[in-house]
């Protein structure tokens, strides 16, 4: 098997492997836990070709994708927008916005070439934080990677889903 990741930008083909993943990869998070109408309005508001395209020129936004056996599996945004949590206020700091991958490719090899990507590509930051809706099973592989919960409460986005942050801490933004 061949695992791969790799920045991605907003070329045709670009753009279609970001919008075909993030359509799909959102209907196997959400399915369970949102009510239909909810979770398609939803990613129609998100991601939608416009929005996609908008989000992928932003140079706030990087976007990764890893490969397996030249088949895209996954992403991750990594952006410098977003409420940060209270331990990295005034510290510079990176948000991977979003990072997931395709149930069809349960190898932890994937998981750990995409996140060690992120990783990598934010090095120079003090600290890189996630939000993420409290029941997400990738929380566990997070903290497995040296991010820490952190107490505070927060809501995912326009979901009406309680979520957590969690913080990784880069050698420069210790606490």
């Not at 990783?119 to 003090?126: I, N, P, R």
């Not at 107490?151 to 801490?169: H, K």
Request: charged residues 30%.
């Amino acid at each position: 098997m061949d695992i791969i990741t790799k920045f991605i930008i907003a070329t045709d083909e670009g753009k279609g492997v970001i919008l075909s993943l993030t359509r799909e990869l959102a209907k196997e998070k959400f399915s369970s836990i949102l009510e239909q109408k909810i979770l398609e309005e939803y990613i129609d508001k998100h991601f939608n070709k416009k929005q996609l395209v908008a989000e992928m020129n932003d140079l706030s936004n990087q976007w990764l994708v890893v490969y397996v056996d030249n088949n895209p599996a996954g992403y991750a945004k990594i952006t410098s927008k977003g409420e940060k949590p209270r331990s990295l206020e005034n510290k510079r700091a990176a948000r991977i916005a979003d990072l997931a991958i395709l149930t069809k490719y349960p190898e932890v090899e994937v998981k750990h070439s995409l996140l060690d990507k992120c990783l990598l590509v934010c090095k120079h930051h003090e600290g890189i934080w996630i939000n993420e809706y409290a029941a997400n099973p990738l929380i566990d592989f997070f903290e497995s990677k040296g991010f820490e919960r952190q107490p505070e409460a927060s809501r995912l986005d326009d979901l009406a889903l309680p979520s957590v942050y969690l913080v990784y801490f880069n050698d420069t933004g210790k606490k």
